[in-house]
């Protein structure tokens, strides 16, 4: 194994996805899969691979900061266990079918499928949209069925569900705080159930570069988890004294830019 310059964009990454998980309680998955698509490209990984192993080089990574993010809000009582293990199953199903369908669509389809989400999310922060409680929570077959769609989603584009599951939680009268504590704990069947799919789909993928694992690029998942897991407690500790508000729709602008990037770098 010999050392290759590109590494060292990885722990900057890292730096990033960790300090913005900390601070505004995002998934790392819109920064990190329009960037690594970018880098693997310039790296000269194959085109039609870059954005399933970006998305799988991501749900790795998301495994490490949702166990780190599952015990805090476990530690100050937020997470609704009762909802976690109605949905679970679901999103397992969901997380593990829909990489199945990501490596068989071509790599231009997933990058107009991220961007056109991402888009999507970075509204929703724009104009601070948040759905108005108006019924309970459905039945176990409901709680499946919900499952089912915020995992397949997640696999699609790499998130921990938040952008999904907080605002269907609230809708159904969970309170804001349990809905973003237990939304931590879905996401962490979620980031397993969606790195051992791309794990299994891109495990005999013709022309992966060396030191893949399926379509997860190792030196990329070690040297950002590593970093993440130091910088995001220094984005926690100043949620409380910066401006977030203002922070997040600066936030939703980078997401967009980087998308656009993305597919740049696909398209151009």
């Not at 819109?30 to 039609?48: H, K, S």
């Amino acid at each position: 194994m010999t050392f290759d310059i590109w590494w060292l964009t990885y722990p900057v990454l890292g730096a990033v996805v960790g300090f913005f998980a900390g601070l505004l309680g995002v998934g790392g998955g819109g920064i990190m899969v329009p960037m690594l698509t970018t880098l693997f490209l310039a790296q000269g990984f194959p085109l039609e691979q870059v954005v399933h192993m970006a998305l799988g080089t991501s749900m790795a990574a998301i495994v490490l900061t949702s166990v780190s993010s599952l015990r805090a809000h476990h530690a100050h009582g937020a997470v609704r266990w009762d909802v976690v293990r109605q949905i679970t199953p679901g999103i397992l199903v969901g997380t593990f079918g829909a990489t199945f369908i990501a490596s068989r669509v071509d790599t231009a389809a997933l990058a107009i499928f991220f961007a056109v989400f991402m888009a999507y999310v970075s509204i929703q922060m724009l104009l601070n949209i948040k759905p108005k409680p108006s019924r309970d929570l459905p039945g176990k077959a409901g709680m499946t069925v919900a499952g089912l769609g915020i995992g397949g989603v997640s696999a699609l584009v790499a998130i921990g569900g938040g952008s999904l599951s907080v605002p269907f939680m609230t809708w159904c009268n969970v309170k804001v705080q349990n809905a973003i504590g237990t939304s931590a704990a879905i996401g962490l069947p979620i980031a397993i159930a969606g790195t051992v799919g791309y794990l299994v789909n891109g495990w005999n993928a013709p022309g992966t570069p060396p030191l893949t694992l399926g379509y997860v690029y190792v030196p990329a998942l070690v040297l950002m988890a590593l970093v993440s897991m130091w910088a995001a407690p220094i984005g926690a500790s100043l949620a409380h004294r910066l401006p977030v508000a203002t922070l997040k729709k600066i936030f939703a602008g980078l997401l967009m830019a980087l998308c656009a990037k993305m597919l740049h770098s696909v398209f151009g």
